[in-house]
């Protein structure tokens, strides 16, 4: 009865380790960023919640991607903001490249300035005829 309990452990432990070997590590290789004027890459890369080097499952890839998306478009520095996975190698799917593409707020809002040519708003009305 030993043994079978002791082959039934070790069958069951084999079972655990295979199946937390199954999910796929991704190796992220580097992250390139694209439409950014003013806004300094490194003021993206911190709110990213991954950076280049690391390694995670290829099941939570996508989740970490919109993740990522959500937190840049929270920052109400950017109009859009698009986060995509790039596999260089086709042959090799353990290294990602990830590419993100923002479209910048305008940082500065247009303001029209008038001036009176006049002395105040009556003399211009009465006298000038409203030209």
């Not at 069958?11 to 590590?25: D, E, G, R, V, W």
């Not at 290789?29 to 080097?53: M, S, W």
């Not at 990830?98 to 040519?117: A, H, S």
């Amino acid at each position: 009865m030993s043994n079978y309990f002791r082959f039934l452990f070790l069958f069951l432990f084999s079972i655990i380790c295979i199946s937390t070997n199954l999910n796929a590590q991704i190796r992220i290789n580097k992250i390139q960023v694209e439409g950014n004027n003013r806004t300094k890459n490194y003021i993206l890369l911190r709110e990213l919640p991954y950076h280049a080097g690391d390694q995670i499952n290829k099941d939570s890839l996508i989740i970490l991607n919109t993740l990522s998306q959500q937190q840049l478009f929270n920052t109400s520095l950017f109009l859009s903001v698009k986060v995509t996975p790039v596999f260089p190698l086709i042959n090799d799917s353990s290294i990602v490249d990830i590419q993100i593409q923002v479209k910048e707020r305008w940082y500065f809002i247009p303001k029209p300035y008038f001036k009176w040519v006049d002395r105040n708003f009556s003399q211009w009305w009465n006298e000038q005829n409203r030209s």
